[in-house]
């Protein structure tokens, strides 16, 4: 079992949708989480950061459920450029902060 | 400020030659990360220097496999020889500190095809 999974998607969603990724983790002891963004042939860039209560910036909300093991990306008012590839990220500690990431989930956007 | 810079960008030859990856962090960073990425595995962590010292290498695939960082501001990751299963993204990412979590930056990528 890996150690961070995500439905791969794609997700195709018309404009202005409402769209949700899942993520689980293995390991019970993961201290942060993230979700990075990646567009096609491009390098992964920070989106945000997961806490606890949850947070929220503009159309994105992420979630943490500790108990669980689960972390989610809420995305509203789809947007054409948020066409992307989502990247679930877990810090795995322990000596130092390796960031364990998942597959990715894939977001179509279309008009 | 300039990012995290690799080079080349591209690189295209055949199995068996040898071939070089080259990095330079951000100015002051002096974490510096190599992944690769592929269809079949997604991004994996390859090697970790923190202030020029190989911290973790439980990612480099083989011998075949080595990295280097001789000084802050350079770090090169070497296949030799390489195969067409070597064919991949490889990044560089570097961040300020370890200790607290800093988030990485990373480069534009290599485009590695070996034939």
């Known amino acids: ?111 | 400020d300039a990012g995290v810079i690799q080079s080349p960008r591209h690189e295209v030859t055949e199995m068996g030659q040898e071939v070089t990856l080259r990095c330079k962090p951000i100015s002051g960073h002096n974490s510096l990360f190599w992944y690769r990425q592929t269809m079949m595995r997604g991004l994996e962590l390859l090697i970790y220097f923190n202030n020029n010292v190989p911290i973790d290498d439980s990612g480099m695939p083989e011998d075949r496999f080595s990295a280097k960082m001789p000084n802050a501001s350079f770090s090169t990751l070497k296949i030799q020889p390489s195969e067409p299963r070597d064919s991949a993204v490889y990044f560089c990412a570097s961040s300020l500190r370890q200790g607290v979590y800093q988030p990485q930056h990373f480069g534009d990528g290599t485009r590695l095809s070996i034939l």
């Open chain 1, 1 to 111: 079992r890996k150690e961070v999974e995500q439905d791969p998607g794609p997700f195709n969603v018309p404009e202005g949708a409402t769209v949700a990724f899942n993520c689980t983790y293995s390991n019970s002891a993961s201290q942060s989480f993230f979700w990075y963004r990646q567009d096609c042939r491009k390098e992964p860039k920070l989106l945000m950061s997961v806490y606890s209560s949850g947070n929220e910036d503009g159309r994105f909300t992420a979630q943490l459920n500790r108990a669980s093991q689960y972390i989610s990306l809420l995305i509203r008012d789809s947007k054409l450029s948020d066409s992307a590839t989502y990247l679930c990220v877990v810090v795995r500690s322990g000596g130092y902060n390796k960031l364990i990431f998942g597959a990715g989930t894939r977001l179509a956007v279309h008009p």
